[in-house]
Each structure stands twice: as structure tokens, then as C-alpha cells.
Nanobody, 119 residues
């Protein structure tokens, strides 16, 4: 079992920055992949970014490339999402998730943190 708790959301003006954190506890290991997803009101959940726990593989959604950076601190068991040049369309609830790398489905999810970008 893996427990995930997000923090760092809030209200920011367009062009601003926020850093989200996701504290992981339980059975985390180097064989897990971690990701960030978001869901805006009335829209389906969408992929934002992902990283393997070893850090060997990182990928981003096209909509956030060049603006968002995913990283992790293995010593703290914490995943981060640095979000720069925020746009109103980035407004959503952001969730972190984890999966064993052999499983294409994310099986552990946090509760989410709200990010609101004002124009």
C-alpha cells in the first residue's frame, strides 16, 4: 500500500508560479512510477507529468512542457511539481498518483489540491 498526500495548491495570478508537493508513505520503492494528473470542472482527468522513482524516465503533457517540472526527493519520499508561467487554463484539482512500473494503471491516488489561476 502507498499513501499519498498533496499540498501546495492555492490561488495565483496568471504568469505566476506554484510548487506542489506529494508526500508518499508506505510501500514506495525504486520500481514505482509517480505522476501528476489534473481535473478541471466539467472536464475529464488528464495526465500532466510522470517520473520513475529512480528518475530515469520523465515525461510531460504537451500543454505543460517548458512550464512545469516534475522532480522528487527520495530521501524525503516526496514528489514535486514546479509550475511556472501559469495560465487560467491550468486551473484544476491536481492529484499525484503511483503505480508499479510493470502496471500501466495508476493504482494509488492522493486526495488532490486545488490550483486556481486568475486572469
Amino acid at each position: 500500500q502507498v499513501q499519498l498526500v498533496e499540498s501546495g495548491g492555492g490561488l495565483v495570478q496568471a504568469g505566476g508560479s506554484l510548487r506542489l508537493s506529494c508526500a508518499a508513505s508506505g510501500r514506495t520503492s525504486s520500481t514505482y512510477a509517480m505522476g501528476w494528473f489534473r481535473q478541471a470542472p466539467g472536464k475529464e482527468r488528464e495526465f500532466v507529468a510522470a517520473i520513475t522513482w529512480s528518475g530515469g524516465s520523465i515525461n510531460y503533457a504537451d500543454s505543460v512542457k517548458g512550464r512545469f517540472t516534475i522532480s522528487k526527493d527520495n530521501a524525503k519520499n516526496t514528489l514535486y511539481l514546479q509550475m511556472n508561467s501559469l495560465k487560467p487554463e491550468d486551473t484544476a484539482v491536481y492529484c499525484c498518483a503511483a503505480r508499479p512500473i510493470w502496471n500501466p494503471t495508476y493504482t494509488y491516488w492522493g486526495q488532490g489540491t486545488q490550483v486556481t489561476v486568475s486572469s
